[in-house]
């Protein structure tokens, strides 16, 4: 059920992401949906996604993302009606979503080209997991220097689509461990469908909560402030999924448990 909403989602985001990568989903989204380790993955990206959300780099900044977006601050967003504050959160999501579709895309068709060399890419892609898992829980402090990308679109609904893109592409100290966990994954499958499909889940996982503080503001702050207070809470338990994603992907238990899970679906159908 999972995998068929995300499928969907991927119609969508692909349709803003472009031509560059419609052709390879429609030949591969079929069979990937019901791939064992797809059904193990997803629920994975979208958890991942977030611990992207309420880390503490990006979840203060909420607010100023939704000012941002519809071109008001402080108290004129809890004043400001919910629709154009949906609209624009929901441009500046579909912008971050068209970038990680494309470069989830691109990794999986990339991936299917060392299909031969599949075991000693999966055991490297689970030491980088490990890796970014620790590097999220506070270790190899040199790889955790912020880097983003210094560009301001114009604020409000027109730029929203444009800071999503920017947000994708600059802000890699927050989303980074958690998002090359992601496309590990999509490594392992060697699929261009099953990258976007993981970065569609991943980007849900992410963008919802947005959507929700559009809806809810003040609500949403309030939740948001809560989990501020279990910051550390927050970030051990997603570097400890992540090193534990890891060490299943380099001890080929993660193959062992998709096998198993395909094997008790094969006798299913989705019709897409």
């Known amino acids: 059920m999972i995998a068929s909403l995300v499928a969907t989602a991927v119609t969508a985001a692909t349709s803003v992401a472009g031509p560059l990568v419609a052709g390879p989903l429609a030949a591969g989204t079929r069979q990937t949906v019901l791939d064992g380790s797809l059904l193990l993955a997803v629920p994975l990206a979208a958890a991942a996604g977030l611990v992207s959300f309420v880390s ?8 100023g993302y939704l000012g941002y977006v519809t071109g ?6 809890e004043h400001q009606r919910r629709g154009r504050m949906l609209a624009g959160s929901a441009l500046f999501v579909l912008g971050f979503t068209a970038v990680y579709v494309v470069v989830g895309t691109t990794v999986g068709a990339l991936a299917g080209l060392l299909t031969e060399h599949r075991t000693a ?8 997991t490990i890796v970014l898992g620790l590097v999220y829980l506070g270790a190899f402090t040199g790889l955790q220097r912020d880097r983003r990308l210094d560009v301001r679109p114009a604020a409000g609904l027109a730029g929203a689509p444009l800071l999503g893109a920017v947000f994708a592409l600059g802000w890699t100290a927050c989303t980074g461990p958690t998002l090359g966990a992601i496309f590990a994954l999509t490594g392992i499958g060697g699929n ?15 963008g919802v909560p947005f959507l929700l503080a559009a809806i809810a503001y003040r609500r949403a702050m309030g939740a948001f402030a809560v989990v501020r207070r279990h910051r550390v809470a927050v970030t051990r338990f997603g570097g400890g999924m992540l090193v534990v994603l890891g060490l299943l992907i380099v001890t080929g ?3 062992a448990l998709t096998t198993s899970l395909s ?3 094969a006798g299913f159908e989705v019709v897409l």
Do not use: K, M
Not at 72 to 77: A, M
Not at 192 to 206: E, I, M, N, Q, S
């Open 56 to 63: 503490p780099c990006v979840l203060p900044l909420v607010p």
């Open 72 to 77: 008001l601050t402080g108290v004129d967003l």
């Open 192 to 206: 261009p469908a099953r990258g976007a499909l993981l970065a569609t889940a991943y980007c849900l996982g992410l």
């Open 263 to 265: 094997g008790s679906i």
């Open 121 to 128: 890419i999966s055991r490297v892609l689970g030491v980088v």
């Open 253 to 255: 238990a993660w193959t």
